[in-house]
């Protein structure tokens, strides 16, 4: 189990080097590859000029609406969002060559672009784009006499051929984004509701099917797990909450297994996410915040500070994070977004912190932008989410391990406990390489919770209730001796992933573990 653990962190740091959109775009532009590969030989539907043609009518369409409606809402150039939705639709459509099939190509592109400006609630979009411009499409082939040739959604990406390339890079994808419980009880139910609807259809004409073919064809020749891994698992219109998220799984799950007739469209994939999206919308309305940079500090020489003012109202729960939005020109591969754990507490409110600090290496282009951010610049939060928060039950002892830049959700949430007025059984043990790295030392005295400082030389005079570790370093057995009544604390880590691993054999013992893993940007 250690090994595993090791193992699952490690690779979260190193995925953590890709921003997620960068890494889902990378992703399809892989199984495009595949799939043209496989074109070649005859082993998937379209050939190859179908593929390639559909694939530069959608980025042209796309990033021309996209384009356009940015300009005119004056609002930062998105071309990673434009190249996805155009991926994500290539192997939702039917690819064509004939003129009146990209007809349909051109409506779909430019429905799915649309649809980010015109279904939006305050500057996020409600529904998944490439959901939206294949269901536009598929209403208007229905409406036109049967043999206008316009087009429609195929999914042809839902065979046997293309399920493993699917399944491994939906997997990495998954895993990057943290969406893979989520994901995997959509499929699972899509799956297991399938093969009753298909079981029933045949008993219904006196005929039977092997269970175990049904369930075999079922999961490899349906789209379920292109459906979950890029459609599903998108961030912007996916809750914040895990179960709210397995809310929203279940929902499009039975729908996606059991399409339901409206009329003469068949409710079938893309419309049960559009149903999941507006779920996900009522479960948890999400909106695009402004925010006006209002003052830098600098808590240790290597992390920076910064304090904004909200500029509308901004829900979330202490220990969550938020997904910052920093334009700028020629973004490399780690793109335009980011996530930061929140260090102010709802409580705070207009006043919104995040902190960062200063990596070891050459700078990501994000970083370097923010950094060069002066008083008075502009930004926008593109999303909340995150399950890293305290348990509601005050009676709950806990155990908080925090390691450098680590420390932010708690600040959030000891802020938000004395705002109010809660005491409860809370030990800090916060890891930093020397004490001129202790950050936010007034905000933790202020909390009044005991702090066991690990650190590799003395740290002098320390807070009262505070306490250094002795040079120790920290690992399973020491983190053992140092909080000997971990059994009875529930227990939350936020660090680098090597901190996590290193832990994970004393963690274990704890009554509960939550963690928040983190690499560099």
């Known amino acids: 189990m250690t090994s595993i653990t090791a193992a699952w962190t490690r690779g979260l740091a190193l995925l953590g080097r890709l921003s997620m959109y960068r890494l889902v775009l990378l992703a399809l532009a892989l199984l495009g590859v595949i799939a043209l590969g496989l074109s070649f030989v005859g082993l998937v539907v379209p050939g190859p000029a179908e593929l390639v043609t559909t694939a530069l009518v959608l980025v042209v369409v796309g990033l021309a609406v996209d384009t356009a409606a940015q300009r005119l809402l004056a609002i930062p150039l998105r071309i990673e969002s434009s190249l996805i939705t155009a991926g994500i639709l290539l192997f939702v459509l039917r690819p064509t060559v004939e003129p009146i099939g990209l007809v349909g190509i051109v ?3 430019a429905a799915a672009s649309v649809s980010k400006y015109l279904l939006a609630w305050r500057g996020r979009h409600v529904f998944n784009p490439a959901a939206v411009g294949a269901t536009v499409v598929t209403v208007v082939a229905a409406l036109l ?5 316009i087009g429609s959604s195929a999914w042809w990406v839902g065979s046997p051929v293309m399920f493993a390339p699917v399944l491994l890079v939906g997997l990495v994808v998954l ?15 899509a799956v297991v509701v399938a093969v009753v609807r298909v ?36 961030p912007l219109t996916s809750p914040p909450r895990r179960w709210q998220q397995l809310v929203v799984a279940l929902v499009v799950g039975v729908l996606a297994g059991w399409p339901i007739s409206v009329g003469y469209v068949t409710l079938g994939q893309e419309r049960a996410l559009l149903i999941g999206n507006l779920v996900a919308f009522l479960l948890c309305l999400r909106v695009s915040v402004r925010l006006t940079l209002r003052e830098r500090r600098t808590p240790t020489p290597t992390v920076h500070e910064l ?16 997904e910052l939005h920093v334009p700028h020109r020629r973004p490399d591969a780690r793109g335009t977004r980011r996530e930061f754990s929140i260090v102010s507490a709802p409580a705070d409110l207009p006043e919104l912190r995040i902190a960062y600090r200063d990596g070891v290496g050459p700078q990501s282009s994000y970083k370097r932008a923010l950094s060069a951010a002066e008083p008075g610049a502009r930004f926008s939060v593109t999303g909340v989410w995150g399950d890293f928060v305290l348990p509601a039950d005050p009676a709950r002892p806990l155990l908080l391990v925090a390691a450098g830049i680590g420390v932010t959700p708690f600040v959030s949430q000891l802020r938000q406990l004395a705002a109010q007025g809660q005491r409860r059984d809370i030990v800090l043990v916060y890891v930093v390489a020397d004490a001129g790295q202790l950050a936010f030392r007034d905000d933790l005295v202020a909390a009044g919770v005991p702090v066991i400082v690990v650190t590799r030389e003395d740290p002098g005079a320390l807070p009262a209730g505070w306490s250094w570790a002795g040079g120790i370093r920290l690992d399973a057995d020491s983190l053992g001796a140092l909080v000997p009544d971990l059994r009875r604390r529930h227990a939350y880590v936020s660090g680098p992933p090597s901190l996590i691993a290193d832990l994970a054999p004393a963690l274990r013992r704890a009554r509960s573990l939550t963690t928040d893993a983190f690499a560099g940007y």
């Open 107 to 109: 409506i779909a592109a």
């Open 145 to 149: 006499p049967l043999d206008a040739g």
């Open 175 to 189: 895993w990057r984004v943290e969406r893979l419980a989520m994901v995997s009880l959509f499929v699972v139910v």
């Open 199 to 234: 079981t029933l259809q045949y008993q219904a004409l006196g005929e039977s099917l092997p269970l175990g073919d049904v369930v075999y064809t079922t999961l490899t020749a349906s789209p379920y797990l292109f459906l979950g891994a890029f459609m599903l698992s998108e």
């Open 307 to 322: 304090v904004f003012r909200v500029e509308r109202p901004l829900a979330f729960a202490a220990g969550q994070y938020l």
